[in-house]
T-cell receptor
């Protein structure tokens, strides 16, 4: 069984479109995250949710909106996609704060 | 803000030999955690090893071990008996105690030569 899963794994779309990426974890963890990995492989946190409550919101454009319907799910919705949004987006989860984070397989988003 | 520096963008090692990847970090905190993650070409981020700052003993996981020098703020990863499957990007990461914000270094690309 996959611990942290994301769908889709690949997403190709045009500028201006709205898209969503879904994440689910079956580890029973309380905290979930979204990271962005750019073309140079640099990973940076975007959001963190603990028990469905937003904990971290880094400097991310308002076009990005996370939603956590329950503790096991954290979705990422992106409005008005731009070329610069092309990246790999990783979902992760951890048992609680200050614990190691387990990552999903990533979603490669390509905006044309 | 805490920063993590990996000074070696690329490293290579012969199969069965040992390689050490460097990582330094900057923090004024005393309670924190350090990690090494591996990202093979499959893109999956895999946790390799974890070290708590309050522990003096260096963490070890099979062929992977760390050299944690707290005073020097250094956290290097040693891979013994390198295998072809060890080829990947390796990321050093810092997590402050009580925080959810994992800060990553820029990564080291490791090539294993047969």
């Amino acid at each position: 069984d996959t611990a942290v899963s994301q769908t889709p794994k690949y997403l190709v779309t045009q500028m201006g479109n709205d898209k969503s990426i879904k994440c689910e974890q079956n580890l029973g963890h309380d905290t979930m995250y979204w990271y962005k990995q750019d073309s140079k492989k640099f990973l940076k946190i975007m959001f963190s949710y603990n028990n469905k409550e937003l904990i971290i919101n880094e400097t991310v454009p308002n076009r990005f909106s996370p939603k956590s319907p329950d503790k096991a799910h954290l979705n990422l919705h992106i409005n008005s996609l731009e070329l610069g949004d092309s990246a790999v987006y990783f979902c992760a989860s951890s048992q609680n704060i200050a614990y190691e984070q387990y990552f999903g397989p990533g979603t490669r988003l390509t905006v044309t | 803000a805490q920063t993590v520096t990996q000074s070696q963008p690329e490293m290579s090692v012969q199969e069965a030999e040992t390689v050490t990847l460097s990582c330094t970090y900057d923090t004024s905190e005393s309670d924190y955690y350090l990690f090494w993650y591996k990202q093979p070409p499959s893109r999956q981020m895999i946790l390799v090893i974890r070290q708590e700052a309050y522990k003096q003993q260096n963490a070890t996981e099979n062929r992977f071990s760390v050299n944690f020098q707290k005073a020097a703020k250094s956290f290097s990863l040693k891979i013994s008996d390198s295998q072809l499957g060890d080829a990947a990007m390796y990321f050093c990461a810092y997590l402050q105690g009580g925080s959810e914000k994992l800060v990553f270094g820029k990564g080291t690309k490791l090539t294993v030569n047969p």
